[in-house]
């Protein structure tokens, strides 16, 4: 019995093609999943930097509720805008 035979039978008569060409899918589908996870972790990443409030906005809100008066409020907003 010749095995030569049975396995040109078994990869559809193309041999090392159908391999290289299985070889290059599977690299794709590997590849392809890789920047599936860099995107899920940027999308994750602007996310929380969306969601964190900027202090000066809080401090904005603050004023317009009236916790603060203008002095404080131009004072406060004088020390966040220094220390950056």
């Given at each position: 019995?010749?095995?030569?035979?049975?396995?040109?039978?078994?990869?559809?008569?193309?041999?090392?093609?159908?391999?290289?060409?299985?070889?290059?899918?599977?690299i794709?589908?590997?590849?392809?999943?890789?920047?599936?996870?860099i995107?899920?972790?940027?999308?994750?990443?602007?996310?929380?930097?969306?969601?964190?409030?900027?202090h000066?906005i809080?401090?904005?809100?603050r004023?317009?509720?009236?916790?603060?008066?203008e002095?404080?409020?131009?004072?406060?907003?004088?020390?966040?805008?220094?220390?950056g």
């Open positions: 019995m010749n095995f030569g035979e049975h396995m040109n039978w078994m990869m559809g008569g193309l041999g090392a093609t159908s391999m290289l060409i299985m070889m290059l899918f599977h794709a589908v590997f590849v392809g999943f890789v920047y599936f996870i995107y899920l972790v940027k999308i994750s990443k602007e996310k929380q930097n969306s969601e964190t409030p900027n000066l809080i401090l904005e809100e004023f317009a509720k009236g916790e603060i008066n002095e404080e409020f131009k004072r406060m907003k004088k020390v966040m805008t220094e220390n």
